[in-house]
């Protein structure tokens, strides 16, 4: 493998392994523009096949799938494959995604660039303000490292404030005469909220994660 392939594969697998842990739904096409804001020269064709392939070594995890969806593409209607989470509904997919085309390759600052129409640069689900967090299996709620970084929360620790629970909880460093404080550790590349901090959240209704300074909040609908 070429030293550019194995820059494309590493930052093709951070895409992804951001995307799985924050649960969104993406096909190869969300994963290679969002490569070609990281890396010169990089075209779709050059990540699609690593997508497939974390895919089918099971790099995504037990709890994705993949789906055959239609997607507009310069004006016509292909078929592309989406990656998602088994409990999802792949009608679910925003359907402005389903309306993208592949952005050019990233240029360097000597390369000439073509003349463009302006307008507002796509924003990554990855680098959304606020995501929906995924449940796993022990009803526990899984923020993603790359989520809680942003946020500035860059310990090996996080610390929950439970003075909230029942209407918000919050993700923060500790802070002196603060209490109560739960001290939470990462498990792989998340954070693991236990259930019994989100019992007085409707299981049924989404929970979220809201970006702050120094924090991040998570908030849902009280049963």
Not at 31 to 57: I, M, T, Y
Not at 188 to 214: C, H, M, Q, T, W
Request: proline share 7%.
């Amino acid at each position: 493998m070429s030293n550019k392939q194995a820059e494309i594969t590493s930052a093709t697998r951070h895409v992804v392994d951001s995307l799985t842990s924050a649960g969104f739904m993406f096909t190869a096409l969300d994963v290679s523009n969002e490569v070609k804001q990281r890396l010169e020269g990089v075209r779709h064709r050059d990540v699609s096949p690593v997508v497939r392939a974390l895919f089918e070594d099971g790099s995504m995890g037990a709890d994705y799938t993949r789906t055959t969806i239609d997607v507009m593409a310069e004006g016509k209607k292909v078929q592309a494959l989406l990656y998602h989470d088994k409990r999802d509904d792949p009608d679910d997919y925003d359907g402005s995604l389903r309306r993208q085309t592949a952005a050019p390759p990233k240029r360097t600052a000597a390369s000439p660039s073509p003349k463009a129409a302006p307008g507002p640069a796509a924003t990554p689900a990855a680098l959304s303000n606020e995501i929906a967090l995924r449940i796993d299996a022990e009803g526990r709620a899984a923020v993603p490292r790359a989520f809680l970084v942003r946020a500035g929360l860059t310990d090996a620790t996080v610390f929950l404030d439970g003075a909230q629970a029942g209407s918000g909880l919050t993700l923060t460093r500790p802070s002196h005469g603060v209490d109560p404080l739960i001290e939470l550790e990462y498990d792989g590349d998340v954070i693991l909220i236990p259930s019994r901090y989100l019992a007085a959240f409707d299981p049924k209704a989404p929970l979220v994660a809201r970006l702050g300074i120094g924090a991040v909040d998570v908030e849902g609908r009280v049963r």
